[in-house]
Each structure stands twice: as structure tokens, then as C-alpha cells.
């Protein structure tokens, strides 16, 4: 049947068994009724192109560019060619890490199943047309606003509406676009489709966004702010002192002030940044990991406190059923007959129920005339049939309450041996509406067990060696839980607690950091433990798969889901492991503290040189000597002392634990190298009016004195010595040499002079000496060690 409600569009309304057919879909995709391309969840080869190459950095660098070609001094551009070499790097590695997320980004989104023809198909969600009858089942993402043809269930609209509680939907009830299923099962029309559905209209995007918890973008960005502040008055004041006050033509004054200017802008910092984090999307991308926040690798590398989901990260995810145990008087056969017509009339392919069909004989034919899906926040489900009552299965001191008592021993007799005990119970009483029936008696008892993944226990004992502290939140019984988690070698995995005895939010925080093994855990109460060690000021990681730990991983630092597990966890995590493997997080954590260390290392080498550029630029501003540098002579030291090694400092092995902040580590390390050149400049300037050098003498001085610091200062990054970097320190200084030896005209270097090389010498004693005590000032006084 078809209508036509609008001149510009026509429903179809199928059949709930049989959905559209070949020429309705097509007459739909004709008519532009289609659902569309997804957005991509990174930027455009233009948007890279454009972010690494209209940079705040670039445009100055070729304001001052364009002084140097107005003057005429052509070889003082060479800096340029350095600035094009990053921008390349930049922007191919970020092309690069695009690539390979957008790749593994198409395998793991979401697909829509469908009914068409009869027949059940997954597409991908853009070839979703209007009027598609949608299949849903617990933990599916609804990826277009649609209506329930058949079924029920409870929908989770936290991340559209913000509310977390789950909402009961019917047959004629709307599911919104960005909604996920938290229980039960349906069938729906698609109502709207691509900028029609309701997500798409408030937010733009079905995906949630996070925004980064980063300590490294925070403080580039504000060395940004503070460099851009900073240049233009010392520019002026600089160009101004060496034109007014020392009397220069505008040739040698443009360029002095050029150089100093230049020496002050950290132009790699950001490309160094981009590009170790673009590697490192590249390199766990190897390891089966799909990085969807670029930032999250930073976090991952300070996490200090793993909180696991057991159900799909310590196990399989998967579950046998072992056997039943009657409770009551009827026979095994009777009640395994109620536990199958159970099962078969729960539309729900949830582990335990896909566990408990495959060891339970055909069901009998009962006649069921109604059901309540389960959900994690009630911890059961039930089904009623003509003539035989009322049937639940789930967590036993949900469905009895204050009765559950009578049968303990028993349920702890078999979770102490490490299975998860449900409980089947029965009233003559109908359901009422997703209230539990009154009457309850037990009937039986059904035992599963989960299966551990393997590789699971050497994981464990990475992070526990590493010092980063594990708990298990779960929603299954305590002991079943710990039971697991000792298998799995966790220690303290008797350091438990039934969640469901604490029963105010101030005894749930207390226990977050007292109790290693949480059993009986809701998802609001996972939010709330997550919540609790994030105020006790630990970087806290969330590992899950289902639905039940969305809030979780959303307020988490940083959350890793697996591919294998609901749409809605994979959507809200910033770390997606495609091969659904927990035994892979060491290799992970090890990629981000890799990017860190190496990160906060190079860093301190560009820091170095805006500190010291800035200094010594403000110094000059009141002092008689011209400015001692020229652009291509900082060009020089920067490529061998910075440049070159920062980059290949930044991309080697380095798995050390994380200590401390990122700017405080950077600074330690940045300090007294910036203090040493400075000092040097300074000393230099009033031996050269002692001396009697010449500006040219000074310059080549300086040029020498400056870039036998530089070397120092990545000698001491470079420590302890391997192979790789003592062959990097001696190529670096290498190149510092014969530059000068054979090149002195190209960097504006004289000959040396006796009087010279005799003034030399001790300089470069100076130099070590004052930079290693600042060193030790640093390290042994202010940091008190």
C-alpha cells in the first residue's frame, strides 16, 4: 500500500514480516528517500591541508619572509625551506592516520538490519531508505527515527535527551535516531531519514563527541597565545633599538630583528605534536586498535587506575549452561519445559539466553500472552503463558527480595565455584507492567560459566607491574565475579563487594578505592564508581562492551570498547579494539606512553630555544651591541640541536612509566639549557667590548658558543646512550662542524682568531658548568629530590 502524503514524498507501510520490496526500495533511492553518506568521524584532505598550512606560525614566518626578500638578503630565507619540509610531514602523516581511520572506522560502524523481500539483510546505514523496516535488538544503536511495528523494548536516550534512565517503548512508540536499545527486541519503520532524523537536527551527528582531556593541547595552545602576545611589541621595539638607538642601516636591522623573532617562534612544537600522535593512530591501528580520538592516546599513557567490564574483557563474552538444579517439588523435566518456553518466547539473543536454548529441548508450544525483555537496571526478564502462570529468570535477590534468603547457601555454594546462578521462578499471577508478578516461588536453578580469554592473566600482571591499579565492575553475582577474576590471576580478587548492599551513593564512593572486585553493579552505579576515582584524582581508563557500560565509558578518561560488543559502546569510546582482544591494551598503553615520553622530551629541545630567543631579544632591547644572530644561522643550529633530532628523538621505543605533568617535565628539561644560552650571550657581549671584537667577531662567537650549547643539551636528552642516538649525537655534530668548515660565507662565520679561540675555551667550560649546576638547582632544590 502507498500514500502519498506531501508532493514530495510517498510512505509505503509493509508489512512488519516482510518490509519493502526490491521495486519500493528502489522507487525510494529514485525519489532521493535514502538515508545517505555517513559523515566521516575525521577531517577532510582539505581540512588537513588547510589546518597544517594556514598555521598563526606559517603566516608570521612568511610576514617575516617577505622583510628578508624586501631587503634583499635572499640566503637569510633558508628557514623556509624548513618550515615547507614540516608542513609536508605534518600534513602526509595526518593524511596518512585519516586513511587508516576512516578504514577501520567503515568496519566497525554501525549496520542497520533489515527486512526486505522476506528476508533479514545488514547494510551499511546510508543505503537505509524511508519506510525500511528496521530489526533491533538489546544493545543496537537506532541509526534513523523509526516507529514499533512489533515488540518491545527499553530505550537508552541518554546521548540525545541526557536523561540515563531507560525508557519503556511499545508497538506505536517512536525510537529516536542516536537512541540505543538497552533491552528487548522490536521491529520499526524508518520515519526519517538523513537530516530529517531527530539526532541529526539537534547535534549534527549520531556519533558522541568528547572533548579531549589534554594536558599537551592545553599548554601548545597557550605557548601559542603567549608567543603570538609577545613578538609583535618585542619585533617593534626591536627594529626600533637597532634603527634609532644603535644607528644600523634597515638591511642589518631587519635582519637582526628577523632573527630574533624567529629564534622565538616554536613552529615544530605543534608539527611535532601532530605527527607523533599521527604515528602513533598508525602504529596501534597494527596492533588491531581503532584510535577515534587522537588526544586519547595522551590519556592513555597517564591512566593510573583500569576499571574492566568481566563480560567481554576478562571472558569471551560467550557463556555455556552447565545443567539445572530443581528448587521445588516438580520434576527436571517439567521445569526445563518452563525454562525453554522461556527462552524461545524471549525475542532475545543475549548471551545468557543464546546459553540456556542451545542446552534446553524444543520448547513444548506454550502459548505466551505477554513478556517483559530484560533489562540490566532490573537484573531479570520473564514471559507469561495461557494457563501456566507466569514465568522469570534472573539475579535471585531481585526476584525474591527479602525470600531470596532460602535459597543463599545454595546460590553461593555454586557462584563460590565461579558460576553465574540465575533463578528461575513462577506465580500463577499475570506480569504486570515491567513490574515482577506477586506470589514468586523458585523453581530451579541454572548454571553458567563464562570462558576466560586467553592471554588475559599475563595482561593482568603487565598492569599490575606497572603500578596501574585494576578493578573488575560487574553485574553479576559478587562471588561469580571475584571467582572469575581470580582465575584470571587479579590480585586481591577477594577484595569484594555486592553493590547492591550499598545502598547510598556516599558508600558507594567510599568502596571505590577499598574494594578491588565489584559484583551487582547497575550502570548507575558503574557511573558513580567512575565518578568517585576520578574525584580521588586518578586518570581512570574504562574497558566495556554493552549497553550497560555506555555512562561508564562516557565519563570515563578514557574508554576502550570492543568491536564484538553493542554499537552504542563502540560509538562512545575513544578506543575501539577491532579484534575485541583485552590482551592487546600492554601493546596500547605502551604506544601511548611511547608518544608521551618522546613527545615531552622534544618538546623541552624547542622550548629551549623560544626561552632563550625571548631572553636574550629583550636583553638586547637595552643594550648597546647590535643583535649577534641572522636568520640562517639559527636555521643551522636549530636543524642540528632541534630540528632533525627532535623528530627522530620523537618516533623511537620508550615505554618508561609517566611521571608528573607535562609542562613541568618540559620545563626541567628545557630550563637549564635556555638559562645556559643566555648567560652565554650575555657574557659574551661584555668580553666582545672588553675585547674589542668586531660585530662580525661577536656574531661568529655566538653562533659557535650557541650551537656547542645546543649539542650539550641533546647530549643530555640523549642519555643513556644506545646505538641509534649516540649515532644521531655524533651525525648531528658532525654536521654542526664541517657546515662551518666548509660553508663559513653561506652562515655569516669568520675565521677564527687567536684572541678568539683563547676566549673560546673557557666559554664552552662555562657553559657546561653553568648548565649543570642549573641542573642540579632544578632537580635537587626546587624539585627536592
Not at 10 to 26: A, M
Amino acid at each position: 500500500m502507498m500514500e502519498n502524503n506531501n508532493s514530495y514524498c510517498k510512505r509505503f507501510h509493509p508489512d512488519y514480516s516482510s518490509g519493502l520490496n526490491s521495486d519500493q526500495v528502489e522507487f525510494q533511492r529514485d525519489h532521493g528517500l535514502a538515508n545517505g553518506e555517513e559523515e566521516s568521524g575525521t577531517r577532510t584532505v582539505g581540512q588537513i591541508i588547510q589546518s597544517n598550512l594556514i598555521t598563526p606560525f606559517n603566516i608570521l614566518n612568511l610576514i617575516l619572509a617577505s622583510l628578508i626578500i624586501m631587503v634583499g638578503s635572499y640566503k637569510n630565507l633558508l628557514f623556509l625551506g624548513v618550515i615547507v619540509c614540516n608542513t609536508l610531514i605534518g600534513t602526509i602523516q595526518e593524511i596518512r592516520a585519516k586513511k587508516m581511520i576512516d578504514r577501520l572506522s567503515l568496519i566497525t560502524a554501525p549496520k542497520a538490519h533489515v527486512i526486505r523481500d522476506g528476508k533479514e539483510n545488514e547494510i551499511p546505514v546510508s543505503e537505509l531508505v524511508l519506510d525500511d523496516v528496521l530489526l533491533l535488538s538489546t544493545g543496537n544503536q537506532v541509526c534513523a527515527d523509526c516507529v514499533i511495528l512489533d515488540g518491545e523494548c527499553e530505550a537508552d536516550e541518554s546521548l540525545i535527551t541526557g536523561e540515563s534512565d531507560p525508557v519503556s517503548k511499545q508497538r506505536g512508540d517512536s525510537l529516536l535516531s542516536g537512541s540505543f536499545l538497552a533491552g528487548g527486541s522490536c521491529r520499526a519503520q524508518v520515519e526519517h531519514i538523513g537530516k530529517e532524523n531527530y539526532a541529526s537536527q539537534i547535534a549534527g551527528s549520531v556519533r558522541y563527541l568528547k572533548k579531549p582531556n589534554s594536558e599537551i593541547m592545553t599548554w601548545i595552545n597557550r605557548i601559542i597565545k603567549i608567543t603570538g602576545f609577545a613578538i609583535i611589541p618585542i619585533g617593534v621595539l626591536m627594529f626600533y633599538k637597532q634603527m634609532a638607538v644603535s644607528g644600523q642601516a634597515l638591511r642589518p636591522a631587519v635582519v637582526g630583528t628577523v632573527a630574533a623573532l624567529i629564534g622565538m617562534i616554536p613552529e615544530g612544537l605543534v608539527l611535532l605534536t601532530s605527527v607523533v600522535l599521527a604515528v602513533g593512530v598508525l602504529r596501534l591501528s597494527r596492533h588491531k586498535a581503532l584510535v577515534q580520538e587522537l588526544y586519547s592516546i595522551e590519556t592513555l599513557a597517564h591512566v593510573d587506575t583500569l576499571c574492566l567490564d568481566k563480560t567481554g574483557t576478562l571472558t569471551q563474552g560467550t557463556l555455556q549452561a552447565e545443567t539445572v538444579v530443581p528448587l521445588s517439588d516438580i520434576t527436571k523435566e517439567q521445569a526445563e519445559e518452563a525454562l525453554s518456553s522461556l527462552a524461545n518466547a524471549m525475542d532475545d539473543n543475549s548471551p545468557t539466553m543464546t546459553a540456556v536454548r542451545e542446552i534446553m529441548p524444543q520448547s513444548p508450544g506454550w502459548t505466551c500472552t505477554g513478556k517483559i525483555a530484560f533489562s540490566s537496571a532490573r537484573k531479570w526478564s520473564g514471559a507469561c503463558f495461557q494457563e501456566k502462570g507466569s514465568f522469570v529468570l534472573g539475579a535471585g535477590q531481585f526476584i525474591l527480595k527479602d525470600q531470596f534468603e532460602t535459597i543463599r547457601p545454595q546460590v553461593e555454594k555454586y557462584a563460590n565455584r565461579g558460576k553465574r546462578v540465575l533463578l528461575l521462578a513462577h506465580s500463577d499471577s499475570p506480569l504486570g507492567d515491567h513490574d515482577l508478578p506477586d506470589g514468586l516461588t523458585p523453581l530451579l536453578l541454572v548454571l553458567l560459566s563464562d570462558r576466560i580469554r586467553p592471554g588475559v592473566r599475563e595482561t593482568l600482571s603487565y598492569f599490575a607491574d606497572q603500578g596501574v591499579e585494576l578493578k573488575v565492575i560487574s553485574g553479576d553475582d559478587v562471588r561469580t565475579a571475584a571467582s572469575i577474576a581470580g582465575k584470571a590471576g587479579l590480585k586481591d580478587s577477594d577484595r569484594c563487594v555486592d553493590a547492591s548492599q550499598l545502598k547510598s551513593e556516599e558508600e558507594l564512593k567510599e568502596a571505590a578505592e577499598r574494594f578491588t572486585v565489584f559484583g551487582r553493579v547497575t550502570p548507575q552505579q558503574k557511573l558513580t564508581l567512575i565518578q568517585a576515582l576520578k574525584e580521588k584524582k586518578h586518570t581512570v581508563a574504562m574497558t566495556g562492551d554493552g549497553v550497560n557500560d555506555v555512562p561508564a565509558l562516557k565519563e570515563s578518561d578514557c574508554s576502550v570498547a570492543m568491536a564484538s560488543g553493542s554499537d552504542a559502546a563502540r560509538t562512545v569510546s575513544q578506543i575501539v579494539l577491532m579484534d575485541s582482544d583485552f590482551s592487546s591494551m600492554p601493546r596500547i598503553v605502551a604506544e601511548g606512553r611511547r608518544c608521551i615520553n618522546n613527545l615531552q622530551r622534544s618538546a623541552s629541545l624547542f622550548l629551549v630555544k623560544a626561552i632563550f630567543s625571548a631572553a636574550i631579544a629583550v636583553f638586547f632591547l637595552f643594550l648597546a651591541s647590535a643583535y649577534p644572530f641572522q636568520p640562517i644561522q639559527f636555521t643551522l643550529i636549530n636543524a642540528v640541536s632541534i630540528g632533525t633530532p627532535s623528530f627522530l628523538l620523537a618516533l623511537e621505543p620508550n615505554r618508561d612509566r609517566l611521571h608528573g605533568s607535562f609542562i613541568g617535565n618540559v620545563m626541567k628539561k628545557s630550563l637549564p639549557g635556555a638559562v645556559t644560552m643566555t648567560l652565554n650571550i650575555l657574557l659574551l657581549v661584555s668580553l666582545s667590548s672588553y675585547l674589542g671584537f668586531s660585530a662580525a667577531e661577536q656574531s661568529s662567537l655566538a653562533v659557535l658558543i650557541t650551537g656547542y650549547t645546543g649539542l650539550l643539551i641533546l647530549f643530555k636528552v640523549c642519555l643513556p646512550f644506545n646505538t641509534a642516538r649516540a649515532f644521531l649525537f655524533a651525525s648531528m655534530t658532525a654536521a654542526f662542524i664541517l657546515a662551518l668548515v666548509f660553508f663559513p660565507a653561506v652562515f655569516e662565520v669568520t675565521a677564527p682568531t687567536i684572541p678568539m679561540l683563547l676566549i673560546l675555551v673557557p666559554m664552552f667550560l662555562f657553559s657546561a658548568s653553568v648548565m649543570a649546576v642549573v641542573y642540579h638547582f632544578i632537580e635537587r632544590i626546587l624539585l627536592r629530590k
